[in-house]
């Protein structure tokens, strides 16, 4: 399984972006993808999550009514797009992949596949 990660850029602070994780393997609508993010000097830390099963969603608190996580089975790619964002924003964000599961997407031990980041920029 291969993730690629795409769509960042510089923005400015309340602008939207929107990123796409597209997944390599067979059996994508099997997958939960999780989009995580880390900002220099910080651990990285959950972002959004979607389940494969029922499409259920979730997210960190601090990102809830701005960012919404979506999925396309039909193209095997995963969105995340982001409106009002802000400085603290700024980080790479990565998207990772978990065969099959459903429990404990906000863990990023529980997903086995990661893609490379891409970096989002959010000046003020």
């Known amino acids: 399984v291969q993730l690629q990660a795409c769509g960042g850029g510089l923005v400015q602070a309340g602008d939207s972006l929107k990123l796409s994780c597209a997944v390599s393997?067979?059996?994508?609508?099997?997958?939960?993808i999780g989009w995580f993010r880390q900002a220099p000097g910080k651990e990285r830390e959950f972002v959004a999550a979607i389940s494969w099963m029922d499409g259920s969603t979730y997210y960190r608190d601090s990102v809830k009514g701005r960012f919404t996580i979506s999925r396309d089975n039909a193209k095997n790619t995963v969105y995340l797009q982001m409106s009002g964002l802000n400085p603290e924003d700024t980080a790479i964000y990565y998207c990772?992949?978990?065969?099959?599961?459903?429990?404990?997407?906000?863990?990023?031990?529980?997903?086995?596949?990661w893609g490379q980041g891409t970096q989002v920029t959010v000046s003020s």
């Open positions: 393997g067979r059996t994508f609508s099997r997958y939960s």
């Open positions: 990772a992949a978990e065969v099959g599961g459903t429990k404990h997407l906000t863990y990023q031990r529980t997903f086995d596949y």
